[in-house]
């Protein structure tokens, strides 16, 4: 049965570095095209947390360096979409060409709406760009008002938040295109954040969590299926302990009491639990978490961890 997917790539499916990112994406874009070839209409989304800290690391030195104009946090996410989509779309679509198929794919430079009134905007978490010492770190928070903190003792780094996800701008666009059978690379990096003001959009300094992202977007297309992508074939509670236990299905309910006890690291798989359940408490459709090699598979059911309904 042909279906609707919205495919969220973990940072394994790229790379740090753009010689990497593009050995990596061959690879990609195969387990991609695999579900092209069966009818499945798919949207690829993706994060971009090295990609972005490298841009932002770039714009900041040439800034410092030789005094080349100032560069925004969002337009950083926004270099970081175009570059990662380029790449994604020449190895998609020299995927597409060696099968003999016809099918166009592109990149939609996508910016999401968050509330400037959103609690994340209290308490940033998220850290980005340069290593400071303590008084470099305190001569920048005086200077330009970044909020800077001290990371796992490696020195002092900005950090911005990272609010919830309102509004897809271009949604209708990312529809529309899906529906002619394009493959359509959109949201990258959890999209570019703005806030909405009298002057219209306008970016502001956030990042995005790229799993929250595309399961509002799965939710608005009313996809299908969610599939997030890690580095993992199956979640697992009790991980790497010797009770570990690899799950091939949870419902919501199973779901939130895992998260209650503790079960998913907040900086990895928690968000992506999360994400599933959002999606799959608003609609039909159904959510897998598996790994890139084991996509098809899960689609299947014969690999990955589902999360379905049954108890809220």
Do not use: W
Not at 51 to 61: H, R, S
Not at 67 to 77: D, I, L, Y
Not at 161 to 170: D, H, R
Not at 287 to 300: G, P, V
């Amino acid at each position: 049965m042909r279906k609707r997917i919205v495919i969220a790539l973990g940072g394994n499916a790229l790379g740090d570095t753009p010689e990497e990112q593009l050995e990596l994406v061959k690879s990609t874009a195969k387990s991609l095209v695999d579900l092209v070839e069966e009818g499945n209409r798919i949207i690829v989304t993706h994060g971009n947390g090295p990609q972005v800290g490298m841009i932002n690391l770039a714009m900041e030195y040439s800034h410092n360096e030789i005094a080349s104009p100032e560069m925004p946090f969002a337009e950083c996410g926004a270099m970081s979409q175009g570059y990662i989509g380029y790449h994604l779309q020449q190895a998609i679509q020299k995927e597409v060409i060696r099968r003999g198929m016809r099918r166009n794919c592109l990149t939609v430079i996508t910016q999401v709406e968050v509330d400037k009134n959103d609690k994340a905007f209290q308490n940033p978490t998220k850290p980005i760009g340069s290593f400071y010492s303590k008084e470099e770190a305190c001569q920048l928070a005086k200077e330009k008002g970044y909020i800077m903190k001290e990371d796992a003792g490696r020195g002092y780094r900005r950090v911005v938040a990272s609010p919830a996800p309102k509004k897809i701008l271009e949604l209708k666009t990312i529809r529309d295109l899906m529906n002619r059978g394009n493959i359509v690379i959109a949201c990258g990096g959890g999209g570019i954040p703005v806030i909405n003001t009298r002057k219209g959009y306008q970016g502001v300094d956030a990042v995005i969590d790229k799993d929250k992202t595309s399961a509002c977007l799965a939710s608005n297309l009313k996809a299908d299926v969610l599939l997030i992508l890690t580095a993992v074939d199956r979640v697992s509670i009790n991980y790497q302990e010797e009770d570990e236990e690899k799950l091939k299905t949870m419902t919501i309910k199973e779901a939130k009491e895992y998260i209650e006890s503790g079960e998913f690291a907040p900086g990895s798989m928690l968000p992506k639990i999360e994400a599933c359940i959002d999606f799959v408490s608003r609609g039909r459709g159904i959510a897998i978490i598996t790994s890139l090699s084991k996509a098809k598979k899960a689609l299947q059911g014969k690999a990955g961890t589902r999360i379905i309904k049954g108890g809220k």
